[in-house]
């Protein structure tokens, strides 16, 4: 099986997709919580996998601080 290079402008992409998600999520149940309905604030951060996003994000980033610079500037 062959491993998939993700390039820097690839792998920022999908972090921001992610972070945008995540935002919309927290945004959302942020409203519910103001309105006074915490258990339906925390019910959408489950059911609409925010952890999961966050884990994305935070693998994502660790993918694209590892990338060597050098090879990047090489396909520039």
Known sequence: MSERVLSMADGLSQLSVRLDR?????????VCAERGAGQ?????????????????AQTLLSMISMRPLERERAAS
């Open 40 to 56: 339906e604030a925390f019910q959408m951060i489950l059911e609409l996998d925010l952890d999961v996003l966050l884990r994305e």
């Open 22 to 30: 995540a935002a919309a999520i927290t945004a959302g149940a942020h």
